[in-house]
């Protein structure tokens, strides 16, 4: 079972597939919006949005990022609760069979040609797999050039440890690009820059924002000290979160059943 993602340099491809808290890591999102908090200051749109802990959110149009690992992970979220009831264990591959808050597999979720058959085969499964958001995580170290803070005052910083999730609409290109980067032209993903794009998407009258990776792989980058320190705390990370999910999941269905899924959750294997 692939409870815990083991992150390592020299075996990088076992990181990518090709087809919540972590508050040390700095998160980074898509900016939709052309104003900022209470007071409505400025900021560029579209734009990524990075959590500084020195700055406080800071944005930028020029953003360029190095991916260290990607892990998926299932929720379900309650709108008129505005909560989430359920969520897995961070996973690599569809297949990895992982537990949730309620003791199952992934939050019930089935691929999308499954869950069409399950439309006229079984209703009720197919309303729960419907619920099921399937989002990706990506880890690494983000660089942003004209940087501003709301109110479009300049800041500048060195490249910082990041995290970020990606929805539904973002979940396959990153790892569309990075497959290719390493399967095809035999580069490590990790000593490279991808310089994030941004385009637009629409359907019918919904419109939406999707990244876009360019690398470049004219400029190696070594890996550092801070690089692998930055490792260390992406570990830590995914494996305090799939911990917690089994915290979670004993105290919703008992020790007794949550025991059968943990003896497979070990460090190591």
Same mark, same amino acid.
């Given at each position: 079972?692939?409870?815990?993602?083991?992150?390592?340099?020299?075996?990088?491809?076992?990181?990518?597939?090709?087809?919540?808290?972590?508050?040390?890591?700095?998160?980074?999102?898509?900016?939709?919006?052309?104003?900022?908090?209470?007071?409505? &200051?400025?900021? /560029?749109? #579209?734009?990524?949005?990075?959590?500084? @802990?020195?700055?406080?959110?800071?944005?930028? $149009?020029? !953003?360029?990022?190095?991916?260290?690992?990607?892990?998926?992970?299932?929720?379900?979220?309650?709108?008129?609760?505005?909560?989430?009831?359920?969520?897995?264990?961070?996973?690599?591959?569809?297949?990895?069979?992982?537990?949730?808050?309620?003791?199952?597999?992934?939050?019930?979720?089935?691929?999308?040609?499954?869950?069409?058959?399950?439309?006229?085969?079984?209703?009720?499964?197919?309303?729960?797999?419907?619920?099921?958001?399937?989002?990706?995580?990506?880890?690494?170290?983000?660089?942003?050039?004209?940087?501003?803070?709301?109110?479009?005052?300049?800041? &500048?910083?060195? /490249?910082? #440890?990041?995290?970020?999730?990606?929805? @539904?609409?973002?979940?396959?290109?990153?790892? $569309?690009? !990075?497959?290719?980067?390493?399967?095809?032209?035999?580069?490590?993903?990790?000593?490279?820059?991808?310089?994030?794009n941004f385009t637009v998407a629409s359907k019918g009258q919904n419109k939406w924002f999707v990244l876009k990776y360019e690398p470049l792989i004219e400029d190696r980058i070594e890996l550092s000290?801070?690089?692998?320190?930055?490792?260390?705390?992406?570990?830590?990370?995914?494996?305090?979160?799939?911990?917690?999910?089994?915290?979670?999941?004993?105290?919703?269905?008992?020790?007794?059943?949550?025991?059968?899924?943990?003896?497979?959750?070990?460090?190591?294997?």
């Amino acid at each position: 079972m692939n409870q815990l993602v083991t992150l390592d340099f020299e075996n990088s491809t076992d990181l990518f597939i090709v087809p919540d808290e972590g508050s040390s890591i700095p998160r980074a999102s898509i900016n939709r919006d052309p104003f900022y908090g209470d007071s409505m &200051e400025g900021v /560029p749109v #579209p734009s990524m949005k990075l959590e500084h @802990p020195d700055h406080g959110p800071v944005f930028s $149009k020029d !953003v360029f990022i190095r991916i260290f690992a990607t892990t998926m992970q299932t929720a379900v979220f309650d709108g008129d609760a505005e909560e989430y009831t359920n969520m897995s264990q961070h996973f690599i591959r569809f297949s990895d069979k992982v537990m949730d808050w309620k003791g199952g597999n992934k939050c019930n979720w089935v691929p999308s040609k499954q869950k069409e058959k399950l439309k006229a085969q079984d209703p009720v499964a197919y309303a729960k797999a419907a619920n099921t958001k399937l989002y990706r995580h990506l880890f690494g170290v983000m660089r942003m050039d004209n940087a501003v803070i709301p109110g479009s005052h300049p800041v &500048e910083f060195d /490249p910082i #440890p990041f995290r970020m999730r990606l929805g @539904p609409s973002n979940f396959f290109e990153v790892g $569309k690009v !990075v497959g290719e980067l390493e399967k095809v032209k035999k580069l490590k993903h990790f000593n490279y820059e991808f310089k994030v794009n941004f385009t637009v998407a629409s359907k019918g009258q919904n419109k939406w924002f999707v990244l876009k990776y360019e690398p470049l792989i004219e400029d190696r980058i070594e890996l550092s000290p801070d690089d692998h320190t930055a490792l260390k705390v992406f570990q830590g990370i995914i494996k305090e979160e799939n911990e917690f999910v089994v915290d979670k999941m004993r105290d919703n269905v008992g020790s007794s059943v949550a025991a059968e899924f943990v003896q497979d959750i070990t460090p190591g294997e």
